[in-house]
């Protein structure tokens, strides 16, 4: 006899303990979980992002055209912004107008704070015009003065009297693109060299793996100014940009390479590739869809490791006049500015560019150090 009483659906189980979300959790939430943990890489996750938006709006962002220049205001010292003085908060903010004399010993123009003359700041201010991207044309700035005539120094100016706050937002996207872009490039290489190299074995190994120690053998330096050497004088900005990240390119894919040839000579025997082989798989299909995505989190730890080396490399070769040349704006080049010891002692603020580079190479660095920690398969 059937029973009338309404059967009640199962109820699910509300009180998941955390170890048991540990064992049904994907590769990536645990990475995620992990990665959290590290507060030093969360910090410079969010300094990076700041980079790359700045990289991104920087014609937006910049308060006038990093070309404009005024030699009058040669080495003016930085106008920074006030919110708060004796009549108390001030939004939106003010400068000191520049107030400019001659030194009697060294005859240099010298400029002082006129706290008698306030200019207010303006926000989404109508500037100096620029294409936005190459594409837009546009003349809306983040901030300013109402009279584009007149000009504000945050950061101070340089010997030409150009602002230096735009032309290091300027150089921010060359030089943190130059990055990502080279070791794309250095990627690619590393993972199809290394992993013929380690898939393979045999002669092909022993030949790529001779290519690789003369390769990392050579001399940095004179290897850089051989190939700066053929990029020729007047090719325009983009076109250097290009040519130097080929050339960071070409040096740096050893490294990844070495590194996959390594996984791929203990992968090569697990059950898995033996299985795929055995279903049929094609070696192409194996290298791809198996064993590549099996050590994908220790592939971006290791981008995230090499992209502050790029960089740097970048702003070596435009510092010692081998890489970016002007007109082409980046942190190199900037730094260029900064040579002569006595123009540093005059403005300290030249080094600015210098500051960028280590933030964002510290970046990197606490961010692939919590990428690793977290992509780790042991780790607890």
């Known amino acids: 006899m059937e029973s009338n009483t309404p059967q009640t659906p199962p109820v699910e189980r509300q009180d ?33 992002i700041l980079f790359y938006i700045v990289t991104l709006f920087w014609e937006f ?3 006038y055209d990093p070309l404009r ?27 000191y107008a520049l107030k400019p004399r001659r ?49 504000v120094f945050i950061t101070g100016a340089d010997r030409l009297g150009r602002d230096q706050l735009s032309r290091l937002a300027a150089g921010t996207r060359i030089s943190t693109t130059i990055g990502l872009v080279g070791v794309g490039i ?24 001779r290519v690789i120690e003369f390769l990392r053998s050579m001399p940095t330096i004179p290897l850089w100014l051989a190939l700066s050497a053929a990029v020729p004088d007047d090719w325009p900005p983009v076109r250097v940009y290009f040519a130097i990240t ?38 192409g299909r194996i290298i791809v869809r198996h064993m590549v995505p099996s050590f994908l ?6 981008v ?8 740097l490399s970048e702003t070596s070769l435009s510092f010692l006049g081998l890489g970016m040349r002007p007109p082409a704006i980046s942190w190199g080049v900037l730094l260029q500015e900064a040579q002569n010891v006595q123009t540093v002692a005059m403005a300290p603020w030249l080094m600015l560019p210098g500051a960028a580079v280590i933030i964002s190479v510290l970046a990197y660095n606490f961010l692939g150090d919590g990428v690793r920690d977290a992509a780790d398969p042991y780790a607890r």
Do not use: C
């Open 297 to 302: 989190s220790h592939i971006i730890a290791s």
């Open 16 to 48: 998941i303990t955390a170890e048991e979300k540990i064992y049904v959790a994907s590769q990536w939430q645990l990475m995620w979980w992990r990665f959290r943990k590290h507060k030093m890489a969360i910090v410079g996750g969010i300094i990076l």
């Open 304 to 311: 995230t490791m090499a992209i502050p080396g790029m960089i």
């Open 61 to 63: 962002l910049a308060p």
């Open 186 to 209: 250095s990627l690619i290489l590393g993972i199809l060299i290394g992993g013929v190299s380690g898939f393979y074995g045999g002669s092909l190994d022993l030949t790529i793996q």
């Open 103 to 151: 030194d009697p010993e060294t005859l240099a123009m010298v400029f002082d704070l006129d706290k008698e003359k306030k200019l207010p700041l303006r926000f989404l201010v109508h500037g100096d015009k620029y294409k936005f991207w190459g594409i837009w044309e546009s003349d809306l700035h983040l901030f300013g003065l109402e009279n584009n005539e007149q000009v």
């Open 246 to 283: 080929v050339i960071l390119s070409l040096i740096g894919w050893t490294g990844m390479a070495r590194t996959v040839r390594g996984k791929f000579l203990s992968l090569r025997e697990e059950d898995f590739v033996m299985a795929a082989r055995l279903v049929g798989s094609s070696e």
């Open 69 to 95: 220049y005024d030699v009058k205001f040669a080495f003016a010292k930085p106008q920074l912004p006030i919110f708060i003085d004796r009549q108390g908060f001030h939004f939106p903010p003010y400068v």
